[in-house]
């Protein structure tokens, strides 16, 4: 089976440009979730939905990112303007409907994104 | 609120022992445990629910201990292919699907 799949896989661009991360998860899971990951905060959620509707912003940092799902096999991030701090490894996750405990995430390769 | 992890780091030689702990301040009713190498995606290992059970992944087991708000993962016999960063998620009870990682445990296993 595919496992959940990110595209580009490296990014740099200079500061102030539009950055657009896309997310294919894997088929037949319900959640889908954006996490950042740098040395200094380490991994943090930015947001995640659930049958394609956003249930949790809160990790989203400010006004300039925003995230879409358009449907079940899609998602996208998007850094607009982009700043040197935006700099990060952006991962996206997909599992199945939740029940007690939770249920395991699986994280695909990353976005190793740099703003110049 | 973030789960505590530690220690930081730990360097074994293949054939030793560690045990990384995982503690929150709040009610747990369960753990998750994943590993993430280096320049990879962190990856599942295994979780661990309310009742005290151990479960195992290769020769990593944890436990749960939920009225000490903790969990350990036990590193038995250590391969030089442990290495990495182990992470623990807990999830919030209002929000099963939502899980929030502690800061990460750097393990090197050394020939």
């Known amino acids: 089976d595919a496992g959940v799949i990110q595209s580009p896989r490296h990014e740099v661009t200079e500061m102030g440009q539009e950055v657009t991360l896309r997310c294919k998860p894997i088929?037949?899971?319900?959640?889908l979730f954006w996490y950042r990951q740098t040395m200094m905060r380490g991994l943090e959620l930015l947001i995640y939905f659930n049958n394609n509707v956003p249930i949790d912003d809160s990790g989203m940092p400010e006004d300039r990112f925003s995230a879409k799902m358009p449907n079940a096999s899609f998602s996208t991030l998007k850094i607009q303007p982009s700043e040197p701090r935006d700099s990060a490894v952006y991962f996206c996750a997909s599992s199945l409907e939740s029940r007690v405990g939770g249920q395991p995430q699986h994280f695909g390769d990353g976005t190793r994104l740099s703003i110049l | 609120q973030q789960p505590v992890q530690s220690p930081q780091a730990v360097i074994l030689r293949e054939g030793e022992d560690a045990v990384i702990n995982c503690s929150s301040s709040k009610a747990l009713y369960s753990v998750h445990w994943y590993r993430q190498k280096h320049g990879e995606a962190p990856v599942f290992l295994m979780i661990?629910?309310?009742?005290?059970e151990q479960k195992g992944h290769e020769k990593i087991s944890a436990s749960f201990n939920e009225k000490k708000q903790q969990s350990s993962l036990y590193l038995t016999a250590s391969q030089l292919s442990y290495s990495g960063t182990y992470f623990c998620g807990t999830p919030r009870t209002d929000s099963w699907g939502k899980l929030q990682f502690g800061a990460g445990t750097q393990v090197v296993v050394t020939p």
């Open positions: 661990l629910l309310k009742g005290g």
């Open positions: 088929s037949g899971h319900d959640y």
